[in-house]
């Protein structure tokens, strides 16, 4: 997902996302333990993202534009 579709998210939606792409490392870590992922940058993918999340949520909560 693109940062700038993440800005134009509520803060609700935000949490929700971030409990889902969470989810979605922990799957993708057991899927490259058992060698059955093909993208294994994927799991870099979806870190970026959470931390995308992230950066936005603790922006919001200190009120920095």
Do not use: C, P, W
């Not at 792409?21 to 940058?41: G, H, I, P, T, W």
């Not at 870099?44 to 920095?64: D, F, H, P, S, Y």
């Amino acid at each position: 997902m693109e940062f700038k579709n993440l800005k134009n998210k509520e803060t609700s939606e935000l949490h929700d996302l971030l409990a889902q792409y969470r989810d979605e490392v922990r799957q993708l870590r057991f899927k490259e333990a058992s060698n059955q992922l093909k993208d294994v940058r994927q799991i870099r993918k979806t870190k970026k993202t959470i931390a995308q999340i992230l950066t936005l949520l603790n922006q919001r909560e200190k009120g920095v534009k």
